[in-house]
């Protein structure tokens, strides 16, 4: 079982035994069509054979990983959904949708609702202005203090 698991790991991008020619200019090759489920052959020139090939070869330090058996994408979820079940676990919380403006506050400590300037005044959004032309429409925002909402009357 773990050598066919390995096998379609890191199974190479074109195996030799589909290469068929090396002809000067021309590479033929044999491929499978999925739609009707039938082997066929194909002529490149070199150069689009090594175009294409090199579409399949990952840039440096990238690893290729692929999902089978109980993880592969078809059944994934009821596959989880039945582990869960025999192993007694209850099924995992969903997520709660979190404001960007959190989310970013929680990931890099920047608050986007504090004033870039004193970093004490809560940024409000107070208007939006209506779009002109093709320009998208452009939010205001204010520092709300004490004496910013003393002064707005609120």
């Given at each position: ?12 991008t ?17 491929w ?10 194909l ?41 869960r079940q ?42 939006v ?12 925002s ?13």
């Open positions: 079982m773990a050598t066919a698991a390995l096998r379609f790991l890191y199974r190479v074109l195996s030799n035994h589909r290469l068929l020619d090396i002809d000067g200019n021309q590479v033929r090759l044999r499978k069509d999925y739609r009707d489920h039938r082997q066929k052959t002529t490149l020139s070199a150069g689009e054979f090594i175009r294409r090939f090199l579409l399949h070869v990952l840039p440096t330090r990238f690893q290729r990983i692929r999902y089978y058996g109980l993880l592969g994408n078809r059944h994934r979820e009821q596959n989880l959904a039945r582990c025999l192993l007694d676990m209850p099924p995992p919380e969903p997520p709660v949708p979190q404001d960007y403006r959190d989310r970013l506050e929680q990931l890099t400590g920047v608050s986007l609702r504090r004033c870039p300037a004193c970093h004490q005044g809560r940024m409000l959004v107070v208007d202005l209506p779009a002109t032309g093709r320009r998208p429409a452009h939010r205001v204010v520092i709300s203090t004490p004496a910013s909402r003393a002064a707005m009357g609120s």
